[in-house]
């Protein structure tokens, strides 16, 4: 077989060569590929039925293993117990979907109803050959190759239309994977959609079902992103705190202080928001309680009762700059950054306020 499959190959190769019309070609190009899939197809492994740490060139899961060995997990061996269902396989959904397979998940369902294009090729993962494929069928083909052991489901539907909606609730509960799983079948759903609608689908979706999933984003120009963890029943679900609400909210605070001159308008501020479940949020609040040094109110008396505190000290606990529970800055906040201009009692040089700047760049950097 992988003999004739090598001359059947090197002809096509003399075939192309002696082709004048550049399209006629690409076609034999698109031939020579699929020939290719073949042979790598004939080269995959077989499943592993134990995971080993055993540290040798064959072994695909030594280096994962590794991290049991360092420490690090107790037991990285649990991950084939695990099923995880991925919503999207577009730039975000395919890569992670790889990722998870080379980590030997036990169980992903994709799903996604578009077919793969040449317009897809400036992403990684799906390749030229899978042209026409829908995208879980050609994600399934190329996982499936790079792990055997995971249990992979092409799921091609658009779970926005009402009979999607269906097949994605009971594939969800479907527990056939492991009958002693508590809850849904699935343990985490992963929203890595592109609009808008969809997400308030899956948001619907795993409220009724009681589904933790988390929301991912990246901005159009995709230099920057967002992730959000969403626990029913513990976190604001994402028709309550969308990235959009939380973004426009920033975004009309700064406007205000801007406008009408008050605290500190923000220079620059990027956020991952990460919603925390509230047990996290209420261990944090406790701590943060004991550490907590009461503001010192400008104006304790209002008819709206409304509690007001001095932002421009910039190291007020109460600052303009504290963001909503969930909120971390990515940089230093922008008070940090806003000292007032050097005054005459001040002692600092200007070499000192450069070592000072380079100091601050290289934490950042550290980061
Ligand atoms: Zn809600």
């Not at 004739?4 to 031939?31: T, Y």
């Not at 499943?47 to 055993?54: L, N, P, T, W």
């Not at 619907?204 to 969403?230: D, P, R, Y």
């Not at 406008?259 to 923000?266: A, D, M």
Request: charged share 25%; net charge negative.
């Amino acid at each position: 077989m992988e003999a004739e499959l090598k001359g059947l190959l090197s002809d096509l190769q003399s075939l192309k060569d002696s082709l004048p019309d550049p399209s006629h070609r690409n076609s034999v190009d698109k031939i020579r590929a699929r020939l290719e899939h073949l042979k790598l197809g004939n080269a995959q492994r077989s499943k592993i039925k134990d995971m080993s740490a055993e540290v040798v060139d064959s072994n695909p899961y030594s280096r994962l293993m590794a991290l049991q060995r360092m420490g690090i997990v107790d037991n990285y061996e649990r991950i084939r117990e695990f099923s995880v269902a991925i919503v999207g396989i577009g730039g975000v959904g395919s890569v992670a979907a790889e990722m998870l397979t080379r980590c030997g998940i036990g169980r992903l369902l994709l799903y996604d109803y578009d077919k793969v294009e040449l317009a897809n090729m400036n992403r990684l993962f799906f390749r030229p050959e899978q042209v026409g494929m829908t995208k879980t069928d050609a994600a399934v083909q190329t996982l499936s190759d790079i792990n055997p052991d995971v249990v992979l489901e092409s799921y091609t539907l658009n779970i926005a239309t009402v009979q999607g909606f269906e097949t994605f609730m009971s594939s969800l509960k479907n527990k056939s994977f492991r009958p002693d799983k508590e809850g849904t079948g699935v343990d985490l759903v992963l929203s890595c959609v592109d609009n808008y609608e969809a997400r308030m689908v899956v948001n619907q979706a795993c409220n009724e079902l009681n589904q933790t999933w988390m929301e991912s984003g990246v901005s159009e120009n995709a230099v920057s992103g967002h992730i959000q963890l969403l626990v029913p029943g513990e976190t604001a679900c994402f028709a309550c705190a969308p990235p959009l609400g939380v973004v426009a909210g920033l975004l009309v605070q700064n406007t205000l202080k801007y406008l009408l001159k008050f605290g500190n308008v923000t220079p620059y501020l990027k956020e991952y928001i990460l919603a925390k479940p509230a047990r996290v949020a209420a261990a944090r609040a406790k701590m943060e309680a004991e550490a907590f040094v009461e503001p010192e109110c400008l104006h304790a008396d209002n008819e709206w009762n409304i509690s007001v505190v001095d932002d421009s000290d910039p190291h007020s606990n109460a600052s303009s700059g504290a963001l909503p529970e969930g909120l971390v800055h990515e940089l230093p906040s922008a008070d940090e950054f806003q000292k007032p201009p050097a005054s005459a009692e001040t002692t600092a040089t200007p070499i000192d306020d450069l070592e000072d700047l380079r100091r601050q760049l290289d934490a950042l950097n550290a980061d």
